[in-house]
C-alpha cells in the first residue's frame, strides 16, 4: 500500500473514533507501555497531539515514565517549516504550548537538547507496517531529527490499529521504530 492511501484510509478511521473509544483505548496503550522495562532514561522527546486529527496523547505514557524516573528530563518537539526541521525543546514549569500554522501544539520556548542527549522518542503516526516503518503526515521532520540521535535512541510510535502488511513507498530516509504499542498488543522490530 502507498503512504497517500494509508495517509487518507487512517486519517478516516481515526475520525470514526468516538470519544469513549479513543479514552478507552488510550487507557489500553498505558497498560501495554507497562510491559516493558526501561533503564536509564533521563531525556525523552514527546509531543502534543493534534486533536482535530485524533491522534494519541502520550502524556500518560509520559507521566508513568516520570514516576520511574523523577529526574526524567521532558522535551517537545519545535518545527521550522522553512527547512522541515525540528529541535527538541526542554519543557520547564513556565513552558508554554501555542497552535502553530498548521494546528500542530508546540512548545514556544524553552532551552534547546541536543538530539545526542534524547533516551527515547515517542514518534507519531499514522500507521505503521509489520517491519517498523510508519506513515506521518508526509515532511519527515522525525525522520531527520532521529537520524541526528545517538544510534541507540528508543523509538516508540503508538496507534490504535494494528500494522498495514507493508508500506510499498518507502526510502532510504525512512526510519523504523524500535517499538510500536497498540491496545492490544507491542510490537517489537529490533
Known amino acids: 500500500m502507498l503512504k497517500t492511501a494509508i495517509r487518507k ?3 478516516g478511521l481515526r475520525a470514526q473514533l ?3 473509544d479513543i479514552l478507552k483505548k488510550t487507557d489500553l496503550l498505558l497498560i501495554q507501555f507497562q510491559k516493558l522495562g526501561f533503564e536509564n532514561i533521563h531525556t525523552i522527546l514527546s509531543y502534543q497531539p493534534i486533536s482535530q486529527q485524533n491522534e494519541i496523547d502520550v502524556e500518560n505514557l509520559v507521566r508513568y515514565l516520570q514516576m520511574q524516573f523523577p529526574e526524567l528530563n521532558v522535551c517537545y518537539p519545535k518545527s521550522n517549516f522553512s527547512d522541515n526541521s525540528m529541535e527538541a ?3 520547564e514549569e513556565e513552558s508554554e504550548f501555542q497552535l502553530n500554522d498548521y494546528f ?3 512548545i514556544t520556548t524553552g532551552k534547546i537538547i541536543a538530539p545526542e542527549e534524547i533516551d527515547l522518542i515517542f514518534v507519531p ?3 505503521f507496517d509489520t517491519e517498523g516503518f510508519r506513515v506521518g503526515y ?3 521532520f522525525y525522520d531527520r531529527f532521529i537520524q541526528k540521535c545517538r544510534e541507540d535512541v528508543l523509538k516508540i510510535g503508538v496507534s490504535f490499529f494494528a500494522p498495514v502488511d507493508q508500506i510499498d513507498d518507502r526510502n ?3 526510519i523504523p521504530l524500535d517499538f510500536c504499542i497498540t491496545p492490544e498488543d507491542i510490537y517489537a522490530f529490533q
Open 9 to 11: 484510509e487512517y486519517k
Open 172 to 174: 532510504s530516509n525512512d
Open 89 to 91: 525543546i526542554l519543557e
Open 125 to 127: 503516526l499514522l500507521a
Open 138 to 140: 508526509g515532511k519527515g
Open 18 to 20: 468516538s470519544h469513549s
Open 104 to 106: 500542530i501544539p508546540e
